[in-house]
């Protein structure tokens, strides 16, 4: 079932702005993962240095997996729906926040 965020909504742009945001997540995933494996081999580098390092690159990984889902979900026709109730994400919420899966009420 194919979804989209209003009817208004230029639909294949939504599609396109989800997989630009996927390929720049995991370009930047991608960037700090080659600076972390440099910390690491860095005898200069503190712990604290790559500790903080690895929550930075932690963060990005998560940012880039959800990324990944929203594109997923729009190529199997479920984006713009709660992925706990069904009910259809307002568009102004997927506007500001394109990777929600939950409407607002599911995700309190």
Not at 24 to 42: P, R
Request: hydrophobic share 40%; charged share 25%.
């Amino acid at each position: 079932m194919s979804s989209s965020p209003s009817p208004s909504s230029d639909v294949p742009a939504v599609g396109q702005r989800l997989r630009a945001e996927l390929a720049a997540a995991t370009e930047h995933y991608n960037q700090l993962k080659q600076d972390h494996e440099e910390l690491l081999v860095d005898p200069a580098v503190i712990q604290e240095d790559r500790d903080a390092s690895a929550q930075v690159l932690a963060a990005a990984r998560i940012a880039m997996e959800t990324a990944a889902a929203a594109v997923a979900r729009w190529e199997d026709g479920t984006y713009g729906r709660c992925e706990v109730c069904g009910s259809e994400i307002p568009a102004e919420r997927l506007e500001a926040f394109p990777e929600a899966s939950r409407c607002m009420a599911c995700s309190t």
